[in-house]
């Protein structure tokens, strides 16, 4: 059975570092593109940007190019999503998925909350 | 970036009733668009994908069409179930995909 599993909700400060985990098993890790989706409260999708383990091919949507960190350890079939200082704006649900066509596993979500 | 316009942002319709969102691409993207259903506090799921494909497991109700800008998404006769918000989102631009706005779907 495919599945991801992403790591607990979070709540930092402004100005702090994070870094989101979501761990893939029940298929091979590295043929698959894992992309991360935000949700802010109340609101739509946004795609973040996608990763291919096998490679670590990175690639970042516009809008969030320079913002966070994308990255992958495949030795533990596990991808990240990392901030290197957190704004209130980036409050939000998390979401890692895996394909770069049709999603159709989806972790579970991280909400990341961050207020001083 | 391409844009996505999702159209309506909510509709309210009776049991039973056909239920119709629209989609609409700012550039030719072929048949390169997917449809979710979102439930409160869940993960998005995949209910129709490359436009016209049925998920495997997903009612026949739902149904996709459409190609190059405009597509469409139907219900065919709405359940209690199927109370949800609905997103449509494009693939045909790696790494910039992109999802409408969503409708919030209700019933009457």
């Known amino acids: 059975e495919v599945q991801l599993v992403q790591s607990g909700a979070e709540v930092k400060k402004p100005g702090e570092s994070l870094k989101i985990s979501c761990k893939g098993s029940?298929?091979?890790?590295?043929?698959?593109?894992i992309g991360w989706v935000r949700q802010m409260p109340g609101k739509g999708l946004e795609w973040m940007g996608i990763?291919?383990?096998?490679?670590?091919?990175?690639r970042y949507s516009p809008s969030f190019q320079g913002q966070v960190t994308i990255s992958a350890d495949k030795s533990i079939s596990t991808a990240y999503l990392q901030w290197s200082s957190l704004k209130a704006s980036d409050t939000a649900m998390y979401y890692c998925?895996?394909?770069?066509?049709?999603?159709?596993?989806w972790g579970q979500g991280t909400l990341v909350t961050v207020s001083s | 970036d391409i844009q996505m316009t999702q159209s309506p942002s909510s509709l309210s319709a009776s049991v039973g009733d056909r239920v119709t969102i629209t989609c609409q691409a700012s550039?030719?993207?072929?048949?390169?668009l997917n449809w979710y259903q979102q439930k409160p506090g869940k993960a998005p799921k995949l209910l129709i994908y490359?436009?016209?494909n049925l998920e495997t497991g997903v009612p026949s109700r739902f149904s996709g069409s459409g190609s190059g800008t405009d597509f469409t998404f139907t219900i065919s006769s709405l359940q209690p179930e199927d109370i949800a918000t609905y997103y449509c989102?494009?693939?045909?631009?790696?790494?910039?995909?992109?999802f409408g706005q969503g409708t919030k779907l209700e019933i009457k």
């Open positions: 998925a895996r394909g770069n066509t049709a999603i159709r596993y």
């Open positions: 029940g298929y091979s890790f590295t043929s698959y593109w």
């Open positions: 990763i291919y383990p096998g490679d670590s091919d990175t």
């Open positions: 550039q030719d993207i072929s048949n390169y």
């Open positions: 490359d436009a016209s």
């Open positions: 989102q494009q693939y045909d631009n790696l790494p910039a995909y992109t």
